[in-house]
């Protein structure tokens, strides 16, 4: 029987992909590891190999074509003996081709659609003609679609460009481009000199990268991931974060550590952990944690700039997601303001990082049933804008704060002694605070999914505060 | 100090020479099998294939006795298979269900065996070496003569916990070999941009340790050195270093595009070095199997992955309640006035 060659899944996150090129055509002869097709990822071009032997007896989807969802049949291969025309004679199916390109075309649409949390069109009442709060850039600035990956890459050139001293270093940054592509064409633009690839040693170069910043330089120390930081902890807490206050205010340690955090997908408990309360609670550091891209750029710039040593959380699955970017020379967020993603007068929803996704689109499901969220992005949360929660607080009387971290100590739990301390008359619910479950991450797909925060959560604790 | 390249090969009798045929196959097709459930979105996060490494392990437990422990990195599917897991049990833990290893809690990177003395599948490079000296430390102390197998990869190498293990693994005399799988990449990092020493067996020297290179497309010579470095652990000399020259075919995990090599170096290692088929060619050569009776042995594995490879489809997810157990051990013995 013919066996149909199927869009594989070449990374954790991927759902689809572009089936860039074949390199056999429909009549080769295929063994396996022989590689067939070269399939691009949203971080990678990768190459693709036969597992099984045989003839290709037909391609079905052409190359060039984007957005094929994994499992799609993409080709078929035939056996000793069988021949192109049997192929689809046990399915029945005339044209398996045609139905797989249409299939790719309805996933091209969603793809173009605006994702359901982006921020701006949120619902009617953000389009309500309310002054925002504080405008993050000047009304009619021309705005351009951007992901994450590219702003991030964008805030680290532009800075490189006007200071010398930026370098950038970490593992696979420069020749493999970034394990995560967000260092991609750096190398190319500056050079070895400020684009380093380093062994595998944190502890050692975020040693080095301290004493570069005490030496003068800006370092921005790229961790594959943050779980791996783990290992460097003692030279970011013990020296980057305390140096200054043990110099009686002389030696300032300017250095940005930055990578993704929090849970991916399917990676486990050692690569799956939110570290956004850990490092929040060090005096000496700063934290940002940003949701949208425009935040990730004007956040990463001034963290660069920044004469502190920064914790710059990023997200792998935020990454691919694409945001409005001002188009500006210089386009800035300082630290220690929160952005208001959503008006709202019933409850206050508060959130930060890829909990907005949750934040934002429980907030959609509420509206449906006539309550009105406010939802606050926190940005940074060391320091952190208390201020804009205790405000909307005094408006909404409720809140509930959203993040993937574990419950003891969490993030939540801060602005809820904030809120008990500062808000107190004008609660009339506790404050839910709303966390990760309280355990190391799973790897079964059943599990993970249970152990991380969702939307729906987020619905039934705002459900609970408003009594509705 | 030993400077020895290969070991000179032992002699090994056909079915000695036939089992390791069998092993080193058996982790090639569990892995090309592991490979295609990626694909197929069965099995997801990362997926660290061993093809091309498998007369590392294969050589090595050759060398082992019962009783031996074994610590490695997250590509450890084929150190599980080698130490005798079950092949159902490591590819149904790949599919994240109940009847994996770890009730598939763990996943590729994570898996555990106390029946097999296999300490792990760690994800944190280099976080096995303290451990598996660890684990020599406690049979020393417990003054049995096992001897712990603690693999780790080139890029791993160049993390400072590796000396810091050095160190006391000397000082106290561990029975502990350290394995050096150096398959010339951490990553896209080849071993040339990540050090300038010539070697990673000699940096032994600066703590006392004793070590050599292997060749590790060679089963018969790493069972050589692994007899080797065995004897000097159990004769209470210490730990010792095998560095083992070996190569991985696929990319560092699934996502891994793997621009930083030619098509061409990995073709030429398949073709020139393959450890399996440089097996086959001694046992066909030398006449102690024909071509009939390998074609029985793979048929053989096929079903044996076949089996595994459905089990782990049909093994149920874990239940919901799973994600709350094993948080913490139980049963710990309280004084006389908590249990009142
Ligand atoms: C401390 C730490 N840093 C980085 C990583 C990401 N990472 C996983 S495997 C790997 C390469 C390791 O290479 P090597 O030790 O040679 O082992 P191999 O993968 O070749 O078996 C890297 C950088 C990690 N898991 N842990
Ligand atoms: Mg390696």
Known sequence: ?468 | MATRKAAAKPNVSADELKTYYREMLLIRRFEEKAGQLYGMGLIGGFCHLYIGQEAVVVGLEAAADEGDKRVTSYRDHGHMLACGMDPKGVMAELTGREGGYSKGKGGSMHMFSREKHFYGGHGIVAAQVPIGAGLAFADKYLGNDRVTFTYFGDGAANQGQVYETYNMAELWDLPVVFVIENNQYAMGTSTKRSTKSPSYWERGAAYGIEGEEVDGMDVLAVKAAGEKAVAHCRAGKGPYILEVKTYRYRGHSMSDPAKYRTREEVQKMRDERDPIESVRQLLLTGNHASEEDLKAIDKEIKDVINEAAEFSKESPEPGLDELWTDIYAKDIPQGEAVEA
Not at chain 1, 8 to 34: F, H, I, N, R, Y
Not at chain 1, 55 to 73: A, D, M, Q
Request: with cysteine; net charge negative.
């Open chain 1, 1 to 468: 029987m013919p066996t149909e060659i199927l869009m594989p899944a070449l990374s954790p996150t991927m759902e689809e992909g572009t089936l860039a090129k074949w390199l056999k055509k429909e009549g080769d002869t295929v063994s396996s590891g022989d590689i067939i097709a070269e399939i691009e990822t949203d971080k990678a071009t990768m190459e693709f190999e036969a597992v099984d032997e045989g003839t290709l007896g037909r391609i079905l989807v052409e190359e060039g074509t984007e957005g094929v969802k994994v499992n799609t049949p993409i080709a078929v291969l035939l056996e000793e003996g069988e021949s192109a025309d049997d192929i689809g004679k046990e399915e029945a199916q005339p044209s398996g081709g045609s139905e797989a390109k249409t299939e790719v075309k309805e996933s091209d649409k969603t793809d173009k659609a605006p994702p359901a949390d982006a921020p701006v069109a949120a619902s009617p009442a953000a389009a309500a003609p309310k002054p925002p709060r504080t405008p993050d850039w000047p009304e009619g600035t021309e705005v351009k679609s951007t992901t994450v990956r590219e702003a991030l890459r964008d805030a680290m050139a532009e800075e490189m460009r006007g200071d010398e001293g930026v370098f950038v270093m970490g593992e696979e940054v420069a020749e493999y481009q970034g394990a995560y592509k967000i260092t991609q064409g750096l190398l190319d633009e500056f050079g070895a000199k400020r684009v380093i690839d380093t062994p595998i040693t944190e502890h050692g170069f975020a040693g080095i990268g301290v004493g570069a910043a005490f030496g003068g330089l800006k370092p921005i120390v790229e961790f594959m991931t943050f779980n791996f930081a783990m290992q460097a902890m003692d030279q970011i807490i013990n020296s980057a974060a305390k140096t200054l206050y043990m110099s009686g205010g002389q030696m300032g340690c300017p250095i940005v550590f930055r990578g993704p955090n929090g849970a991916a997908a399917r990676v486990a408990a050692q690569h799956s952990q939110d570290y956004a309360a850990w490092y929040m609670q060090v005096p000496g550091l700063k934290v940002a944690m940003p949701y949208t891209a425009a935040d990730a750029k004007g956040l990463l710039k001034s963290a660069i700039r920044d004469p502190n040593p920064v914790i710059f959380l990023e997200n792998e699955i935020l990454y691919g997601r694409s945001f409005d970017v001002p188009v500006m020379d210089d386009f800035t967020i300082p630290f220690g303001k929160a952005r208001i993603a959503r008006e709202g007068t019933d409850v206050t929803i508060v959130s930060f990082g890829i909990g907005m996704s949750y934040a934002l689109q429980a907030a959609e499901t509420l509206a449906e049933d006539g309550i009105d969220a406010e939802v606050i992005d926190l940005r940074t949360l060391r320091p952190m804008d208390t201020d804009a929660i205790i405000e909307s607080v005094k408006k909404t009387n409720r809140c509930v704060t959203v993040e993937e971290g574990w419950p003891q100590g969490s993030v939540g739990d801060y602005i809820t002694g904030v809120l008990m301390r500062e808000a107190f008359d004008w609660l009339d619910a506790p404050v839910i605070s709303l966390t990760g479950k309280d355990v190391p991450m799973p790897y079964a797909a059943n599990l993970e999914k249970l152990a991380l925060v969702t939307a729906d959560e987020v619905v039934e604790a705002v459900r609970k505060v408003t009594y509705r």
